[in-house]
Nanobody
């Protein structure tokens, strides 16, 4: 089992930056998909950015690239999301997710069905 805890959310003005961090415990494997999803009120949950922990495979939603950057810290067991040039449209609850990823593909990285473990979320609010 894996436990995930997000942090780093907050309120910023448009054009500002935030860095989200996801602390993972019980995650000792290098074959996981890990990513960030977000959901705004009245909107569908959408994938934002994700990566394969066992190699150099990264996926970004068209709406956030090249403004966002996802990375992992192998020593700290954290998944980070650097968000620059934030827009009001980025306002949402952001969730960290992880799941076994035996067949890493770009399709798998963006598919919520791959992710078994989820954090409780951290709120990001961007004002114009």
């Amino acid at each position: 089992q894996v436990q995930l805890q997000e942090s780093g959310g907050g309120s910023v003005q448009a054009g500002g930056s935030l860095r989200l961090s996801c602390a993972a415990s019980g995650h000792k494997r290098s074959d996981y998909c890990m990513g960030w999803f977000r959901q705004a009120p009245g909107k569908e949950r959408e994938a934002v950015a994700s990566l394969y922990t066992g190699g150099n495979m990264i996926w970004y939603a068209d709406s956030v690239k090249p403004r966002f950057s996802i990375s992992q810290d192998n020593t700290k067991n954290t998944l980070d999301l650097q968000m620059n040039s934030l827009k009001p449209e980025d306002t949402a609850m952001y969730y960290c997710a992880a799941g076994l990823c035996p067949v890493p593909t770009l399709h798998a990285l963006r598919s919520s069905t791959v992710y078994r473990y989820w954090g409780q979320g951290t709120q990001v609010t961007v004002s114009s």
